[in-house]
């Protein structure tokens, strides 16, 4: 695979899919480059410290935000009861009567060895109560990635072989629609379809007894899982059709077919493995975004994960619990970001040969 | 990033909306359905209020009754008319999310220009900036502030926009990079014009299809991030009739009474999709005669 051209690899196609993601452009353009072991890992450095960076910005926004909060914090915490004398206790405590750069750095500290003290509403300390919130979205997230990203690539995949056939029109249409809808229509389509009305075969929101998980409740899971594979198909499904049409038309396809090597093996042997090099970063990002629609779809389903949490620490104004999900948020998009590099790295042959 | 990867500019065909690209554009069915779909929606906020048959906040009939001659859709959780509030419930997410697309793809567009016309510092701000962006979905940010500052309606605009400027200016930017090349440019600089004018006389008409078709994407995103916080509770306020609070209001009842959910369900769906399908359909204007073309 030596001779692989570098377009095939370079090429990040950004068709008009609604998606954040659409100006996203992979690093393939930067690996080509460079290609000795030691810039390999270089480059995974520079990436890591990228994210490190994206992180540290973000935790800025975040202390700003707390910062915005009219009155006095300590006060909030306390209640409206409290006296005089506890409430300047507390400020001290807190160091809310510290400088700026000092009450951040301390925040910085906190959040850096995941300490993000207590939730103001429950007194518990944030990543205890938070810990099995994070793994409920974790499983939910895993799960629908698990259907979700093997069928939108072969999806993506029949659609380019047979581009502008049928299958192929409908399955754009569809993607252009979809990908404008938002989580909830999804969810709510899906809910009145199948709990409501003439098949009530699935239960409408996710019923467990506080302290158990949602996954021992499987049948719960079905429309919440259904409504994410849903909305996250679209943009996958595009990249892959595109990034395949884009290798199928490149030079040295056209060579193999003047070879008259039989299409299936060009497209298994040839074309497949450049295209779908892009689908790496395409399906990290689909994951990412499945993160954030995770918040309504928790909403809509009754699921005790992260995205429910935040919606109530937001209507109790419970800032420890606020900072630490959006924190977890964020890292979750970088630690993505960065296994797709690194996977992105280790599969292009250009870089593995060599 | 060490680098600025300029793919992006790979396959956005640059060409100003000329009157045979607005021909095509129209020829299209999918484009049709767009706009079909858009002026439903319009006459409905226009005109809506005006067909109402009753008051959007009183109490006629007990919570969740089922359509009847009185009550084409039913009642909602309050008794109130559902016909009513949803004729009556489009403007907010309509004006909210026109004006954040606006306001982001406003900034986007002027900072993705001179980043890629003068490139260098403005450059790796952007991109930082959309890494960020990117890290903290809309709704998070959103959520963020809107728990520090209390729930406003101007403040989510403000927010929802800036969230897209970045996004907005990377691609802006893209294209602006190769726009720049050309020989028009080159030419301009050549007799010695300034900086504002190229980029206003020779930049910004090459510019305006993608800048079209991310404002139709933006609209999108922000009909998606708006009306979902109002489904959440954490836009729109009660009693005011609005499509996504609806749909928070009367999803208790949507086994007995799915008309209070399906109603501003639809409306939202229409309205959304009528922008994908119109930036999508001048998207695909655009690229038709480009090398390759629009497979």
């Known amino acids: 695979m030596n001779a692989t051209p570098q377009a095939a690899v370079a090429k990040t196609e950004t068709t008009a899919a609604a998606g954040d993601a659409r100006s996203m452009t992979g690093p393939t353009t930067l690996t080509a480059q460079r290609s000795s072991l030691w810039s390999r890992y270089g480059w995974i450095l520079g990436r890591l410290a990228s994210g490190v960076l994206t992180l540290f910005l973000v935790s800025i926004i975040i202390f700003a935000a707390t910062m915005l909060l009219p009155g006095d914090i300590a006060r909030i915490i306390l209640g409206r009861d409290a006296t005089q004398a506890s409430i300047e206790a507390l400020t001290i405590e807190l160091g809310l009567d510290q400088p700026l750069i000092v009450q951040y750095l301390d925040w910085l500290r906190g959040a850096v060895t995941l300490d993000f003290g207590n939730s103001l509403v429950s007194r518990a300390v944030v990543t205890d109560a938070m810990l099995p919130r994070l793994l409920n979205t974790l499983g939910l997230v895993g799960m629908v990635s698990l259907v979700s990203i093997p069928l939108a690539l072969a999806i993506g995949v ?34 009145i379809l199948l709990a409501t009305g003439l098949m009530r075969v699935l239960p409408a929101v996710v019923i467990v007894p506080p302290g158990a998980s949602p996954f021992s409740a499987p049948l719960t899971l079905v429309l919440p899982v ?51 090099i892009p689908s790496i970063h395409a399906s990290a990002l689909t994951v990412a975004f499945m993160i954030g629609g995770t918040i309504i779809i ?57 | 990033m060490t680098a600025i990867p300029d793919t992006s500019t790979a396959s956005v065909f640059i060409a100003p909306p000329t009157r045979s690209r607005v021909r095509r554009w129209l020829a299209d069915t ?42 084409l859709l039913g009642t909602d959780y309050m008794g109130q008319d559902v016909l009513s509030r949803t004729l009556n419930g489009g403007w907010t997410v309509v004006w909210m999310s026109a004006t954040s697309a606006t306001l982001g793809v406003a900034v986007g567009a002027v900072l993705g220009m001179l980043a890629g016309y003068s490139r260098g510092f403005l450059d790796e701000v952007i991109m930082r900036l959309s890494d960020v962006a990117l890290a903290l979905p809309t709704m998070v940010l959103t959520l963020l502030f809107v728990a520090m500052l209390g729930r406003s309606l101007p403040l989510i605009v403000l927010l929802i ?21 050309r020989e028009f440019v080159e030419s301009a600089q050549a007799i010695g014009a300034g900086r504002l004018r190229i980029l206003l006389r020779q930049i910004l008409p ?29 836009g729109v306020a009660p009693p005011q009739a609005d499509w996504g609070l609806m749909v928070n209001e009367n999803r208790v009842g949507i086994t007995v009474q799915p ?34 073309g629009n497979q």
């Open chain 1, 158 to 191: 029949s659609g380019a072989i047979r581009a502008d056939r049928h299958w192929d029109r409908f399955v754009n249409g569809a993607s252009i629609v979809i990908a404008a809808l938002p989580e909830f229509v999804i969810g709510l389509l899906l809910t």
């Open chain 1, 226 to 276: 259904a409504t994410l594979v849903i909305v996250s198909l679209p943009y996958l499904i595009r990249q892959t059709r595109a990034s395949l049409i884009d290798t199928l038309t490149s030079e040295y396809i056209t060579m193999a077919e003047l070879k008259g090597l039989p299409e299936r093996i060009i497209v298994i042997r040839h074309a497949l493995r450049n295209s779908l």
């Open chain 1, 298 to 354: 928790e909403y809509l389903f009754n699921f005790p994960g992260m995205g429910l949490a935040l919606i109530e620490a937001v209507a109790t104004r419970d800032l420890p619990v606020i900072q630490f999900i959006v924190m977890i948020f964020a890292a979750g998009y970088v630690i993505l970001n960065l296994i797709a590099d690194i996977l992105t790295v280790f599969v292009t042959p250009k870089l593995r040969t060599r």
């Open chain 2, 30 to 71: 999918r484009t049709i359905i767009g706009l079909g779909f858009l002026a439903v929606v319009l006459l409905i906020v226009a005109f809506g209020p005006l067909l109402a048959p009753h008051s959007i906040t009183e109490f006629l009939a007990p919570p969740f009754s089922p359509p009847s001659a009185e009550f």
């Open chain 2, 161 to 181: 926009g800036l969230a897209h400027a970045p996004s907005v200016a990377r691609v802006v930017r893209g294209v602006t990079v190769d726009v720049a090349g």
């Open chain 2, 206 to 234: 090459n510019v305006t299809g993608p800048i079209m078709v991310e404002y139709g994407l933006r609209t999108v995103w922000s009909v998606v991030a708006i009306a979902s916080l109002s489904v959440i509770g954490q």
């Open chain 2, 259 to 292: 008309w209070g959910v399906i109603a501003p369900l639809l409306l939202i769906a229409m309205f959304a999709v009528a922008m994908n399908l119109l930036a999508e359909g001048v998207d695909r204007a655009l690229q038709v005669g480009r090398e390759g």
